[in-house]
C-alpha cells in the first residue's frame, strides 16, 4: 500500500434537510471542501448538484464526477468510488439529508477508506438524530438508534412495547423514526401503547422555518396537537421517570 500521505482525503460533508440558507445550518468549512473537490459520492445526482451550487454557486458543474450510491448500487461497485483518492484528489461524501454515515449508506464507504488508509476528515453540520436528542432533554448519555421501526401493526407495536422496556430497564434514551406519510399514524400509535409517564420527544423538521420539538409525558399529549404527515421527525422515549 502506498502511503497514506499520497491519498486524497475523503471529506463527510452533511447536507441540508429542507429550504433554508446553507450558511445558517452549515460551516464555512463545507464550501472550502466544496470549492476544493471535484469527485463526490452521493445518493442522488440531481439533489447532490442542487446542493452544491447553492452553497457554492461559483462551481463549475461540468467538471463534476459524480458516483452514485444508493440501495440499487452493487457492493463490487464501492471499490471504484475512492479511486480520485488514491491518486490524490480531494473527495467529499454527502448525505441526501444530514450528516453523512449517520442512518446513511456513506458508512460502508468510510468503511472501505479507512481499510485502503485514506484519511476521513468529518465536517460539522445537521444531523436530525443528534439534533433532537440534544433538544429533547433526554438522556444523551445513553442513547439508541433504531432506525424505522416495523410496517405492520403487530410487529410494530411489539417493537415499541420492547423499546419502553430497554429503556426503563437501561436508563437509555430510545431514538427511530418513520416514513413522513405514516408519521401521524405512529405518534397515535405511541400514545396508545406507551406508559403514561413515558416521555416523548417530537423533533419535527429540524432546522428548518418550521421546527417543532417538544417532549412531553404520553399522558400529556393529545392525538390532535400537532400534525406530522410529510414532515420528516424524529421519535424518542425514555420510560421510568415522572416528567
Given at each position: 500500500?502506498?502511503?497514506s500521505e499520497d491519498f486524497g482525503k475523503l471529506y463527510l460533508i452533511p447536507s441540508l434537510m429542507g429550504d433554508v440558507e446553507p450558511l445558517e445550518v ?11 473537490a471535484d469527485h463526490y459520492i452521493v445518493e442522488n445526482e440531481k439533489s447532490a448538484r442542487a446542493f452544491i451550487k447553492r452553497v457554492f454557486p461559483g ?185
Amino acid at each position: 500500500m502506498e502511503n497514506s500521505e499520497d491519498f486524497g482525503k475523503l471529506y463527510l460533508i452533511p447536507s441540508l434537510m429542507g429550504d433554508v440558507e446553507p450558511l445558517e445550518v452549515l460551516p464555512l468549512a463545507a464550501k472550502k471542501v466544496l470549492d476544493m473537490a471535484d469527485h463526490y459520492i452521493v445518493e442522488n445526482e440531481k439533489s447532490a448538484r442542487a446542493f452544491i451550487k447553492r452553497v457554492f454557486p461559483g462551481k463549475h458543474q461540468p467538471d463534476l464526477e459524480l458516483f452514485i450510491l444508493n440501495k440499487y448500487t452493487e457492493p463490487s461497485d464501492y471499490q471504484t468510488f475512492l479511486e480520485p483518492a488514491l491518486r490524490g484528489e480531494t473527495m467529499g461524501l454527502i448525505s441526501e439529508a444530514g450528516a453523512p454515515g449517520i442512518a446513511d449508506p456513506g458508512a460502508e464507504i468510510v468503511t472501505l477508506a479507512h481499510q485502503k488508509g485514506i484519511r476521513v476528515v468529518p465536517l460539522a453540520g445537521p444531523s436530525s438524530i443528534f439534533m433532537g436528542l440534544m433538544a429533547s432533554g433526554m438522556n444523551g448519555q445513553n442513547f439508541a438508534f433504531s432506525g424505522y421501526l416495523p410496517i405492520e401493526k403487530g410487529p410494530r407495536n411489539k417493537r415499541i412495547k420492547w423499546l419502553e422496556q430497554q429503556s426503563e430497564k437501561l436508563g437509555q434514551s430510545q431514538i427511530f423514526m418513520e416514513t413522513p406519510y405514516r408519521n401521524q399514524k405512529l405518534f397515535e400509535e405511541l400514545l396508545k401503547t406507551c406508559k403514561p409517564t413515558t416521555r416523548l420527544c417530537l423533533a419535527s423538521e429540524i432546522s428548518l422555518k418550521n421546527e417543532f420539538i417538544k417532549t412531553k409525558a404520553i399522558a400529556e399529549w393529545d392525538k390532535n396537537e400537532v400534525s406530522l404527515e410529510k414532515k420528516p421527525t424524529i421519535f424518542i422515549l425514555e420510560a421510568g421517570t415522572e416528567f
